[in-house]
């Protein structure tokens, strides 16, 4: 089971932001929390970030600031707080006069449903140095196909600003999971939870049962649910339910196939059934889900 794709997949539900930012003199910005997950990539001056009991860290060009799960945070011309401001000031394309700090800003927000438990065993900020020229080098056009896009309205930004601010978080969590010494999700990893997990992933529209599940463990039904609940914070049929509507929904916003074919690609016998449940999850019909705008310029 491929963690990161499977994080990535979670998140493609969202909707998918960017914008390009800029500050002068005495600067300071606050972040309230979010559901979903952004980064901040600083592309000129050097600035702080922290987030709640966190020492500031120092950041400057090149570094990427990851917020892996939609924490409250800062940013600021100085290690104090003094400063801090609630507004955001946008890099407007008439203005010669140059910022003493620009950054550009990512992000996937998710309507209801909280972000992939990986994301939840990182910190509430991760500051990314970029890690010899090849890794500078790929972050650089990343980042530099991102604020292209997002400085500029043209057809088909729906589709290029996901697929950019993709890219940059497969980037930034392998990284990640370098610098943290992470070599797996640790749920993914404990020899009595992967079969199950893998078998989640590979087959979502199956009708597995958790005694089932935990039979592909060699573990009781009791034993596997405690276990599963235990390292990954929720019910297995909770996660299979998340798993098979958010695939549903990558589903209703990258093709055009109908409720039916959908609902039976990711385990509900109707469209009606996945309608019902899909409402139940996100507060939102799927037809509506579908035909409302994703990309909007904003933090």
Not at 59 to 68: H, K, N, Q, T, Y
Not at 119 to 148: C, F, I, T, Y
Not at 168 to 191: G, S
Request: hydrophobic content about 40%; aromatic content about 8%.
């Amino acid at each position: 089971m491929d963690v990161i794709d499977a994080v990535v997949g979670s998140l493609r539900v969202g909707d998918a932001y960017g914008r390009r930012v800029g500050q002068r003199g005495e600067w300071g910005l606050r972040f309230s929390r979010f559901d979903g997950a952004g980064f901040h990539v600083v592309l000129a001056g050097t600035g702080w970030v922290a987030a709640g009991a966190m020492n500031p860290i120092p950041i400057g060009p090149g570094d990427v600031v990851l917020v892996p799960h939609g924490a409250g945070h800062a940013l600021t011309h100085t290690r104090g707080y003094a400063a801090l401001l609630s507004d955001v000031t946008t890099v407007a394309d008439t203005d010669d006069q140059p910022y003493d700090f620009e950054f550009l800003c990512g992000a996937y927000r998710l309507s209801q449903t909280p972000p992939h438990p990986f994301l939840g065993q990182l910190p509430d900020v991760v500051v990314v140095h970029p890690r010899g020229d090849d890794d500078r080098a790929e972050l650089g056009a990343l980042a530099s196909a991102l604020d292209h896009d997002v400085r500029r309205s043209r057809g088909g930004s729906r589709v290029s600003r996901a697929a950019l601010v993709d890219l940059m978080v497969v980037h930034l969590l392998r990284q990640v999971a370098v610098e943290q010494r992470m070599t797996a999700w640790p749920a993914a990893a404990d020899p009595f939870l992967s079969p199950a997990l893998r078998a989640m992933h590979e087959a979502p529209q199956r009708a597995w049962t958790a005694e089932q599940l935990g039979a592909v463990c060699n573990l009781s039904r009791e034993a596997f649910s405690r276990r599963f609940a235990s390292m990954v914070g929720e019910p297995p049929m909770t996660y299979l339910r998340q798993l098979r509507l958010a695939a549903g929904a990558r589903l209703l916003r990258q093709t055009e196939e109908p409720l039916d074919a959908i609902a039976r690609k990711v385990g509900y016998s109707t469209g009606f059934a996945f309608a019902h449940a899909f409402r139940r999850e996100y507060g939102i019909a799927p037809g509506r889900f579908r035909s409302e705008p994703q990309v909007v310029s904003r933090p």
